[in-house]
């Protein structure tokens, strides 16, 4: 099995920067894609970002060219660095990684900018 454990987020002004990592610990020799996604209130869970294990990532259109997914193989650690943050990217934000077709999810930092 895996575990994912999330950390980062918090508050932020409107045009600053976060960070978010999630460490899988567990059976993690063969996780493939890792991502986030994220679900703000009164909205539909939507894929921010995916990164596979040879780290090609890809980014939903909202975010494109403002965050950045990294992922550390060794240290099983994925990261998402989130520049010029608007309102609307306020939301609990998951990790999510996949291994043999199963997906795990992580518990869910929240993240909040404020105008």
């Known amino acids: 099995q895996v575990q994912l454990v999330e950390s980062g987020g918090g508050l932020v002004q409107a045009g600053g920067s976060l960070r978010l990592s999630c460490t899988a610990t567990?059976?993690?020799?063969?996780?493939?894609?890792m991502g986030w996604y994220r679900q703000a209130p009164g909205k539909q869970r939507e894929l921010v970002a995916a990164?596979?294990?040879?780290?090609?990532?890809n980014y939903a259109d909202s975010v494109k060219g403002r965050f950045t997914l990294s992922r550390d193989i060794a240290k099983n650690t994925m990261y998402l660095q989130m520049n010029s943050l608007m309102p609307e990217a306020t939301a609990v934000y998951s990790c999510?990684?996949?291994?043999?077709?199963?997906?795990?999810w992580g518990q869910g930092p929240q993240v909040t900018v404020s105008s």
């Open positions: 990164i596979t294990r040879d780290g090609v990532a």
């Open positions: 567990g059976s993690t020799f063969l996780i493939n894609v």
């Open positions: 999510t990684a996949s291994r043999l077709g199963n997906v795990f």
